[in-house]
């Protein structure tokens, strides 16, 4: 005689035996045993600004030297280092200096030779100017004309 249990053990392994074992092809339409895989799209590669980075010096690899800042006692020569990712080597990078509504200046660059990541850095250099005094600043860099990002920091004498 079989116990409660013993039946409904039986039973789930019998379904199961005849979900696994019918000898129709899986859904789909694939035959049991094929080991092709859908290749998914790639994902899109959309140009942008990583990141935007201010210092005093910068390396011969665009990189900022002694650390970002984003708060200077006088604004002496500004470096502003670019990273930006899947931007085709060439394509034109306009990097602004803002005060307020007033662009202070302007420099045009041109995208490098990324990594295999589609990584590359372009870098503008300011010169100190006496006209710059205390206050919020901005740089804006542009993309094909659009804004792709802005890095505010502040200058402030020291008191």
Same mark, same amino acid.
């Not at 011969?60 to 006088?74: D, K, V």
């Not at 302007?106 to 100017?129: C, E, M, W």
């Given at each position: 005689?079989? $116990?409660?249990?013993?039946?409904?053990?039986? @039973?789930?392994?019998? !379904?199961?035996? &005849?979900?696994?074992?019918?000898?129709? %092809? %899986? =859904?789909?339409?694939?035959?049991?045993?094929? *080991? *092709? @895989?859908?290749?998914?799209? =790639?994902?899109?590669?959309? %140009?942008?600004?990583?990141?935007?980075?201010?210092? /005093?010096? #910068?390396?011969?690899?665009?990189?900022? #030297?002694?650390?970002?800042?984003? &708060?200077? =006692?006088?604004?002496?020569?500004?470096?502003?280092?670019?990273?930006?990712?899947?931007?085709?080597?060439?394509? %034109?990078? !306009?990097?602004?200096?803002?005060?307020?509504?007033? $662009?202070?200046? @302007?420099?045009?660059?041109?995208?490098?030779?990324?990594?295999?990541?589609? #990584?590359?850095?372009?870098?503008? $250099?300011?010169?100190?100017?006496?006209? /710059?005094?205390?206050?919020?600043?901005? !740089?804006?860099?542009?993309?094909?004309?659009?804004?792709?990002? #802005?890095?505010?920091? $502040?200058?402030?004498? =020291? /008191?």
């Amino acid at each position: 005689m079989m $116990t409660r249990s013993s039946l409904v053990l039986s @039973t789930l392994v019998l !379904v199961g035996a &005849m979900a696994c074992g019918d000898g129709s %092809p %899986p =859904p789909g339409g694939a035959e049991a045993g094929d *080991t *092709t @895989t859908a290749v998914a799209a =790639p994902e899109p590669k959309n %140009p942008h600004v990583m990141a935007i980075d201010l210092g /005093r010096a #910068i390396d011969s690899t665009g990189a900022i #030297i002694g650390g970002t800042l984003e &708060m200077f =006692p006088e604004l002496d020569t500004l470096h502003v280092s670019v990273r930006t990712q899947y931007v085709a080597a060439g394509a %034109p990078i !306009v990097v602004r200096l803002l005060q307020g509504s007033a $662009t202070l200046a @302007t420099q045009n660059l041109t995208a490098g030779t990324a990594d295999s990541a589609g #990584i590359a850095r372009a870098v503008a $250099t300011f010169p100190a100017d006496a006209k /710059r005094r205390d206050g919020a600043y901005r !740089v804006e860099v542009l993309l094909d004309t659009l804004s792709a990002g #802005i890095k505010e920091f $502040t200058v402030q004498a =020291p /008191r």
